[in-house]
C-alpha cells in the first residue's frame, strides 16, 4: 500500500509540476470568480460591508443576501460544475470517445425523468429525488452497456447511439409529465429542466459535498490505473491493472457525481461534453487531469451562471448558456468524427 501510494504521490507531483502555471491560473480565475458572484449583484456589496457580515454586525438585508442568496448559489455552482467536470471526463476517457459524455448518453435525461417523477408523482423532499436520479443514471448505465456488449467487449459506436435512443425516450417522457403536471409546479420544473441555480437546497449540497470528500481520496488512488487503462484495456492489463473492476469503480463515481449535480440544478446543457476537450487542450491527454476537470467545470458553470444573471436584460438560466456555447461545438465535433479527423483517445 505505501509503495502503491509513493508511485501515486511522484506521478501526480510530476504532472502537477509540469502544468503548474496553468493550474494556478485556473485556480485564480476559480476565485476571481467566486468573489464577483458574491460581490456583484443586483445590489452592489462593499468590501466592508461583507467583512462586517462575516464579523456578525452587518445589516439584516445584507445577511439575507449573502447567507441566503449568494453563498448557496455560489456554492453550489462550485460542487455541481466539479462534479460535472469529473463525470464527463471520466466518461470521455474510459470511453476513449470525446462523444461519449452523461448528456449524449441519456443519463442526465434519465435523471431528470426520475427527479420529476418522485416530485410530481410522490411529492418527496429534494433528498429522495437525488436518490432517484442516480437510480436512474445506473438504470441506463446497466442497460445502454447491456445492449452494447458484444462478448467481452463495448462496442463504443452502438453504447453511444443507444444512448441517443434512450435520451430521446427520456426527453418524450419528461414532455409527457410536463403535460400532466400541476400548473402550479410548471414554473419551477421548466426553470429545473433548463438548468438553473436558483433553487438549490443546502442538505443536497452537503450530500454532494460529503460525496466528494468520500470519493476523492478514492479517485487520488485510482490515479495510476485511469492512466494507464487510457492507454487502452489491453495496455493496462499487461501491466496488472485490474480493469474491469476499476471501471466499474469509476463509471459508479463518475454516475454519483452527475445524477446528484443534475438532481440539484436540473441538467446543465453540454458542461460534461465541454470539460474534457478543454482539460485535453491544454493539460495533454496522457495524465488523469481530475482536478483540471473539476476547475474547468466550476469556471464554466459559474461563469456562465453570473453572466445569464447580469449581462443580459433578461435573466438567463446557466443551462441556456452553455447551450449556446455547446451546441456549435458539438456540431463541429460531430462533424469531425464523421469525416475521420477525429480518433478515439
Same mark, same amino acid.
Given at each position: 500500500m505505501r509503495k502503491r501510494f509513493a508511485k501515486w504521490y511522484v506521478a501526480n507531483f510530476k504532472n502537477y509540476t509540469r502544468h503548474f502555471n496553468k493550474t494556478i491560473f485556473l485556480l485564480l480565475l476559480l476565485i476571481l470568480l467566486l468573489v464577483v458572484s458574491?460581490?456583484?449583484?443586483?445590489?452592489?456589496?462593499?468590501?466592508?460591508?461583507?467583512?462586517?457580515?462575516f464579523s456578525g454586525e @452587518?445589516?439584516?438585508?445584507?445577511?439575507?443576501?449573502l447567507f441566503s442568496l449568494r453563498f448557496p448559489r455560489v456554492?453550489? @455552482?462550485?460542487? =455541481?460544475?466539479?462534479?460535472?467536470?469529473?463525470?464527463?471526463?471520466?466518461?470521455?476517457k474510459l470511453l476513449h470517445?470525446? /462523444?461519449?459524455?452523461?448528456? =449524449?448518453?441519456?443519463?442526465?435525461? =434519465?435523471?431528470?425523468?426520475?427527479?420529476?417523477?418522485?416530485? /410530481?408523482?410522490?411529492?418527496?423532499?429534494?433528498?429522495?429525488?437525488?436518490?432517484?436520479?442516480?437510480?436512474?443514471?445506473?438504470?441506463?448505465?446497466?442497460?445502454?452497456?447491456?445492449?452494447?456488449?458484444?462478448?467481452d467487449h463495448i462496442l463504443q459506436n452502438r453504447f453511444i447511439l443507444i444512448g441517443i435512443g434512450i435520451q430521446?425516450?427520456?426527453?418524450?417522457?419528461?414532455?409527457?409529465?410536463?403535460?400532466?403536471?400541476?400548473?402550479?409546479d410548471l414554473s419551477t420544473l421548466l426553470q429545473w429542466l433548463s438548468g438553473s441555480l436558483n433553487q438549490i437546497e443546502t442538505?443536497?449540497?452537503?450530500?454532494?459535498?460529503?460525496?466528494?470528500?468520500?470519493?476523492?481520496?478514492?479517485?487520488?488512488?485510482?490515479q495510476r490505473d485511469f492512466e494507464q487503462i487510457m492507454l487502452g484495456d489491453e495496455i493496462a492489463q499487461s501491466l496488472g491493472v485490474d480493469v474491469n473492476r476499476i471501471k466499474v469503480i469509476l463509471y459508479l463515481i463518475s454516475i454519483i457525481y452527475t445524477a446528484l449535480a443534475t438532481a440539484i440544478t436540473g441538467p446543465i446543457a453540454f458542461i460534461c461534453?465541454? =470539460?474534457g476537450p478543454i482539460t485535453d487542450r491544454y493539460f495533454g491527454k496522457t495524465a488523469a487531469n481530475f482536478l483540471p476537470a473539476a476547475l474547468v467545470g466550476a469556471i464554466l458553470v459559474l461563469g456562465a451562471d453570473w453572466i445569464g444573471q447580469n449581462v443580459f436584460p433578461v435573466r438567463l438560466p446557466v443551462g441556456v448558456l452553455t447551450g449556446i456555447v455547446g451546441a456549435p461545438v458539438l456540431l463541429v465535433t460531430l462533424i469531425n468524427y464523421a469525416k475521420g479527423e477525429i480518433v478515439n483517445d
Open positions: 458574491i460581490k456583484y449583484g443586483d445590489v452592489k456589496l462593499s468590501w466592508s460591508e461583507i467583512f462586517s457580515t @452587518g445589516s439584516s438585508s445584507t445577511k439575507f443576501i456554492f453550489g @455552482g462550485l460542487l =455541481v460544475g466539479m462534479s460535472f467536470g469529473i463525470g464527463g471526463y471520466i466518461f470521455q470517445n470525446p /462523444l461519449a459524455n452523461p448528456n =449524449v448518453l441519456g443519463m442526465t435525461s =434519465v435523471s431528470s425523468v426520475a427527479a420529476m417523477a418522485v416530485f /410530481l408523482f410522490f411529492e418527496a423532499s429534494h433528498l429522495f429525488m437525488s436518490a432517484a436520479a442516480v437510480v436512474g443514471s445506473l438504470l441506463t448505465v446497466i442497460i445502454a452497456f447491456g445492449l452494447a456488449k458484444d462478448g430521446a425516450m427520456a426527453d418524450a417522457l419528461i414532455s409527457y409529465m410536463m403535460i400532466k403536471a400541476d400548473p402550479s442538505n443536497q449540497l452537503l450530500v454532494l459535498l460529503i460525496v466528494f470528500l468520500i470519493f476523492s481520496p478514492v479517485l487520488a488512488f485510482l461534453f465541454l =470539460v
